[in-house]
């Protein structure tokens, strides 16, 4: 019980903080706060997920035409 009351509280500072440094007049979206959240802290993460997306989808392009290829580069 105690861990889910504190990811839920973290969950909800991390979005509250980022709705925050929008310096919006509009009441706060939560998903819209947890999504700006997710790109500015775990950019990596993001950009994993849609590679998953793509890999995942890439068979679908391919009817449609259009041929994906995807590769990775060590900076």
Not at 1 to 8: A, E
Not at 48 to 73: N, Q, T, V, Y
């Amino acid at each position: 019980m105690y861990r889910w009351l504190i990811l839920s509280l973290t969950a909800y500072f991390i979005a509250h903080w980022t709705y925050l440094s929008t310096h919006s007049l509009l009441p706060p979206d939560c998903g819209e706060a947890a999504q700006i959240a997710l790109e500015s802290i775990f950019p990596k993460i993001v950009v994993s997920l849609l590679l998953l997306d793509i890999e995942r989808l890439i068979s679908l392009a391919r009817s449609s035409g259009f041929d994906i290829h995807i590769s990775r580069c060590k900076i």
